[in-house]
């Protein structure tokens, strides 16, 4: 089946809503609008019935203590327009005035009238002449009988079902109102919410042509919303970021490589050419490139080694500090002749790592501090144990690294300035193996860094010690 749009979706589910509450409000207004209106017309019956019987006993006091048949006529005739049959009986029980026998044709009619009115409000209604008897009682005396007959149990006049169905017709102008409205809401909220996910398909559908620019600008307040236009946003400068790593990857692999074998090209053609004599020195500086060569694609390879899922580490308990003083030792020599202080400091850091891995995390940090501290300068190695974690920080007051640069020196081949460190001989790939060793063992090797002042590598390695 076709997926249906979530605009549409949307819309369907607003308009069903409507349907079903209007509906709701459209029978409980019928059901209990006819249920009032059927109370109100019973109770004005009552009230009717017991006037009449109150102005039909007034009729006897004002007519001088009997009934007048002229002003009973006259009022028999009036209540006869309004739906009631009246019979007048005196004392002795003789009929006064009976607008049954007066007029037997018009009470016919309106009894009919009465009948239709009700058919047509209510298909099944069940009613039919009925008729209340009261005494006419003067100073506690009953001095006749007021009969009063009318179509029962209620009935609703003409006036009555025009209201009823002025009614009806107000409620159902309301409800396709209230329905077109919904429509009308329904439809923008729809498109509001499926706006930014249909912006969202359009970005990655971008991003999956290899367009990693594309940012989308969330205008909604939906946190949902927002949240996923900011998760397709990292995902796109995430992209983006390793396109540029990519391309910088392969331009600095051709220069890496360009370098020593245009060195090797030249000299050895200006031998074939007889330009140079293959002498012990040319021979030598050929030699140098290859091995520069072999050190780059030798360093490649641990990398890859230590990278891979695969690495098998031969950890041991060992203190971390004394680690760093034994590096440190080794790189003494080197140190005073560049005339840099070198110093270790800190607690006793027992760790559960590779120590020989570890030994060259240290060698490639303290390698690069040495390589970046001008004469004058100091490197100091400081271990501790800090929460469930072995620290070992490597500070120098070096040159220092760009912040622009800092994000990527840990990326193989990246060389913060290319030119400087043309003569420091690295090829920018021991940074790279040093993070790799680190997160082999769960850690992980992060860099403060500030120009012309120094850096600061710190190499975190969860402390397993007490758990063994
Ligand atoms: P390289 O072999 O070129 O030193 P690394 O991966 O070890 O490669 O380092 C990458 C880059 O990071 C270096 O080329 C250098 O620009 C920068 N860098 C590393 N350590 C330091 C440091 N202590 N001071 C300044 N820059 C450094």
Request: glycine share 8%; charged share 20%.
């Amino acid at each position: 089946m076709k997926p249906i749009s979530l605009r549409i979706k949307l819309t369907l589910s607003f308009l069903m809503v409507a349907l079903f509450s209007l509906a709701l409000v459209g029978l409980f207004a019928n059901v209990f609008l006819g249920r009032q209106f059927e109370n109100y017309a019973t109770a004005r019956l009552n009230q009717t019935i017991s006037n009449t019987v109150e102005q039909v006993t007034d009729l006897y006091v004002r007519s001088g203590e009997r009934w007048n048949v002229s002003s009973l006529d006259e009022t028999g005739m009036s209540l006869l327009t309004d739906g009631l049959i009246l019979r007048v009986a005196d004392a002795s029980g003789t009929v006064l005035w009976d607008a049954q026998v007066h007029n037997n044709g018009m009470c016919l009619r309106i009894l009919e009238n009465m009948a239709q009115n009700m058919q047509s409000y209510h298909a099944n209604f069940q009613g039919g002449y009925e008729e209340q008897s009261f005494p006419a009682v003067v100073d506690g005396t009953a001095v006749g009988t007021v009969t009063v007959g009318y179509y029962g149990p209620y009935y609703f006049s003409d006036t009555d079902l025009q209201f009823l169905s002025a009614l009806n017709r107000l409620l159902l102008i309301a409800g396709a109102i209230s329905l077109a409205a919904c429509i009308l809401v329904g439809t923008f909220l729809a498109r509001r919410l499926a706006k930014p996910i249909t912006d969202v398909i359009s970005a990655t559908g971008k991003i999956a042509t290899g367009d990693y620019r594309e940012r989308l600008s969330p205008k909604e307040n939906t946190a949902e919303l927002t949240a996923l236009s900011h998760s397709v946003n990292s995902l796109a400068a995430s992209l983006e970021e390793q396109e540029s790593l990519r391309k910088r990857l392969t331009a600095d692999v051709a220069h890496e490589l360009r370098t020593p074998l245009t060195t090797l090209q030249s000299t050895v053609e200006a031998m074939l050419d007889g330009v140079w004599t293959p002498s012990e020195e040319h021979l030598s500086s050929c030699r140098e490139e290859i091995l520069r060569l072999t050190k780059l694609v030798d360093e490649l390879g641990t990398l890859a080694r230590y990278e891979s899922d695969t690495l098998a580490l031969n950890c041991v308990l060992f203190d971390l500090r004394q680690l760093a003083a034994q590096t440190a030792q080794n790189c003494e020599s080197d140190a005073q002749k560049k005339g840099v202080s070198l110093t270790v400091s800190g607690e006793k850091t027992t760790v559960f790592a590779d120590r020989d891995k570890i030994g060259q995390v240290i060698m490639n940090l303290l390698f690069n501090a040495l390589k970046f501290t001008p004469k004058g300068g100091s490197i100091s190695l400081e271990s501790k144990t800090e929460g469930n974690q072995a620290i070992l920080s490597v500070r120098d007051t070096g040159c220092g690294i760009a912040p622009e640069d800092l994000p990527f020196i840990f990326e193989r081949f990246y060389r913060a300035d290319p030119s400087r460190n043309r003569d420091t001989g690295g090829s920018g790939i021991g940074l790279a193996i040093a993070q790799a060793i680190a997160k082999a063992h769960g850690g992980e090797i992060s860099v403060k860094s500030t120009v012309d002042e120094g850096s600061t590598f710190t190499l975190a390695l969860p402390n397993h010690q007490h758990s063994i």
